[in-house]
């Protein structure tokens, strides 16, 4: 095992744990969604994501003054 990946692999579990959605989930959101008669154009996984696109949707609604 390559010296870097030793030491990124501490940090990027760490980050699953707390701060984004499982690959694992992600890849199966992704696969039901294509297995759909109608899949979406745009796909929003995980409660990161989500968070993220709430937030931005918050923003424009307050700018257009909804």
Do not use: C, N, Q
């Not at 870097?4 to 969604?33: F, G, H, Q």
């Not at 008669?37 to 929003?44: E, G, H, N, Y």
Request: net charge negative.
């Amino acid at each position: 095992m390559p010296r870097s990946w030793v030491r990124a692999k501490p940090a990027l579990d760490a980050y699953y744990e707390t701060a984004a959605s499982p690959p694992e989930d992600i890849a199966d959101a992704i696969l039901a969604a294509l297995d759909r008669a109608d899949p979406p154009f745009r796909l929003i996984v995980g409660a990161d994501m989500r968070a993220a696109v709430e937030a931005k949707l918050a923003g424009l609604a307050a700018a257009a003054g909804a």
